[in-house]
């Protein structure tokens, strides 16, 4: 498995699992299907409610835990800086491990500074291997880091062929933190399946159109944690590492970049709000 290094030394595999929108009744097979596949890396959240079930694969899997990257996220909920060590218990105790792999503020929303300042706190203390964010624009997390003692090693931002964050990753790649992708294929939007460029792509290479976005974003040194329940699928997803795509190829898809996101608006006020007040614990 390709591995990046990120900015405190810590290894973490190119490809990775997703188990977003996965009901808890299905994750853990789910997950046990994926680590018997390859993966190493597995995505989850408190708000994606199977952290438990993610903890049950990997304990049943055989695996050793050093052999396994764990990411998951802080709810905006548990941003205040007790409240945010108390969830990271919670989680760690769901997930029936020691420490973390990967840790993220999920969204840029609410009193993140208390939490990152708790995410120091338990990175300090060895619990954690790696701290970052999902979902801060650039500017945002600039303002973390300038100000704060810690500075995040991977920002996961939504990006695929029609939101493809240029501007963002190369801010990432100038200040050393990692670009991942979440939602790689667009979540199915924009009828990302059938789009003419990729399918034309995928065609020239004998890949599918999942093969093609993938490795379009690996080739861009962007980790990626695309997410299926179908065996067949994770065996394709991960085995995106003995073709390569041109430079005309890469220019090709580049060209879909609608620069905005088909999945939802971060600057609408309703849709803000909403992330930002949503409860998912008592």
Request: with cysteine; net charge negative.
């Amino acid at each position: 498995m390709k591995e990046v290094r990120l900015n405190n030394g810590v290894m973490m595999p190119s490809i990775g699992f997703g188990v977003f929108q996965i009901p808890a009744e299905n994750t853990e097979d789910v997950v046990s299907q994926a680590l018997e596949t390859g993966y190493r890396m597995i995505d989850t959240a408190a708000a994606y409610f199977n952290e438990e079930q993610v903890g049950n694969a990997i304990r049943h899997s055989g695996l050793k835990r050093e052999d396994i990257f764990i990411t998951t996220k802080l709810w905006v909920q548990d941003y205040e800086y007790e409240d945010a060590l108390r969830a990271f218990d919670r989680s760690v105790k769901l997930l029936g491990l020691d420490y973390i792999d990967l840790y993220l503020l999920h969204k840029p929303y609410g009193n993140y500074y208390a939490a990152w300042r708790a995410c120091e706190r338990l990175y300090k203390e060895g619990r954690i291997r790696a701290i970052g964010v999902t979902s801060f624009s650039s500017e945002r997390l600039q303002d973390l880091f300038l100000h704060n003692e810690i500075k995040p090693a991977v920002n996961q931002l939504e990006t695929h062929p029609f939101f493809q964050q240029q501007a963002a990753g190369g801010f990432l790649q100038r200040e050393g933190i990692q670009h991942e992708a979440w939602a790689p294929f667009a979540e199915g939007q924009n009828d990302i399946w059938n789009n003419p460029v990729l399918k034309t792509i995928a065609k020239r290479h004998g890949r599918t159109v999942g093969q093609v976005v993938l490795r379009w974003l690996n080739q861009r040194n962007v980790v990626v944690i695309p997410k299926t329940v179908h065996k067949e699928r994770m065996a394709e997803n991960l085995g995106i590492l003995d073709f390569t795509l041109t430079d005309k190829e890469m220019l090709a898809i580049a060209g879909l970049d609608t620069g905005h996101s088909p999945i939802y608006d971060d600057t609408d006020l309703s849709t803000t709000r909403n992330i930002g007040t949503l409860r998912i614990h008592d």
